[in-house]
């Protein structure tokens, strides 16, 4: 079942400009990721983010969670035309043992002009 | 990060016949492989849970005789569509996970069905 949603759905913007993509989730969490997924490829995995942190940074990446509020954000500061991509979070549903399942909201489609 | 196979990356069949897609887990023991669907524009939609030398966990809604999963080995899961159907067509994408308590899961390439 899916938990995480993305939103924006679509973001366009022009190259240095800063993209910041949010996602809501349901139920609680051991950990949020980020992947990425270019247009008919397979996914990438950005970030994982555990749920006793509020920051995370790898590069141009910031990600941060909320877990009172239970949503996270990914910034990609000073874009590039080849950060245009489908970005989706996922978070792990524990089944009893604690196996991580990855289930995927609807993704925000990003855009960067050159 | 550590390398998932997916094989083919895209497959055009006939109405009716069976295609089976390959899942290889390249540097790593994959005891978990999951399976997903993806539709134009939509989410990922997990169809099945798949264990090593266990039968698949589908989610609701799938059809586990037209989708069959099997993960004989703690490198390779296969997806097999049987009798495939035109609304068959989509974007399969399979993923690995080393350990039960890892939180961590690798994802294929992808593989594009047409069916025709």
């Known amino acids: 079942s899916q938990q995480g949603e993305e939103d924006p759905q679509a973001l366009s913007i022009q190259e240095g400009e800063n993209a910041t993509m949010n996602c809501s989730y349901k139920?609680?969490?051991?950990?949020l990721q980020w992947y990425r997924q270019n247009s008919g490829r397979g996914l990438v995995h950005l970030i994982l983010?555990?749920?006793?942190?509020r920051e995370k940074h790898s590069g141009r990446l910031r990600v941060t969670l909320d877990t009172s509020k239970k949503s996270s954000s990914l910034l990609i500061t000073a874009s590039r035309a080849a950060d245009t991509a489908s970005y989706f979070c996922?978070?792990?549903?524990?089944?009893?043992?604690?196996?991580?399942?990855?289930?995927f909201g609807r993704g925000t489609s990003l855009i960067v002009h050159p | 990060g550590a390398v998932v196979s997916q094989h083919p990356s895209r497959v055009i069949c006939k109405s009716g016949t069976s295609v089976k897609i390959e899942c290889r887990s390249l540097?790593?023991?994959?005891?978990?492989m999951f399976w997903y669907r993806q539709f134009p524009k939509q989410s990922l939609m997990l169809m099945a849970t798949?264990?090593?030398?266990?039968?698949?966990?589908?989610e609701q809604g799938v059809e586990k005789d037209k989708f069959l999963i099997n993960h004989a080995s703690l490198t390779l899961s296969t997806l097999t569509v049987t009798s495939a159907h035109p609304e068959d067509s989509s974007f399969y994408i399979c993923?690995?996970?080393?350990?039960?308590?890892?939180?961590?899961?690798?994802f294929g390439q992808g593989t594009r069905l047409t069916v025709v």
């Open positions: 993923s690995a996970r080393a350990g039960q308590r890892n939180t961590e899961a690798f």
């Open positions: 139920t609680s969490i051991n950990n």
């Open positions: 983010i555990r749920s006793n942190e």
């Open positions: 996922a978070t792990g549903p524990h089944a009893s043992g604690g196996s991580y399942i990855p289930t």
């Open positions: 540097d790593f023991q994959a005891t978990t």
């Open positions: 798949s264990n090593e030398g266990s039968k698949a966990t589908y």
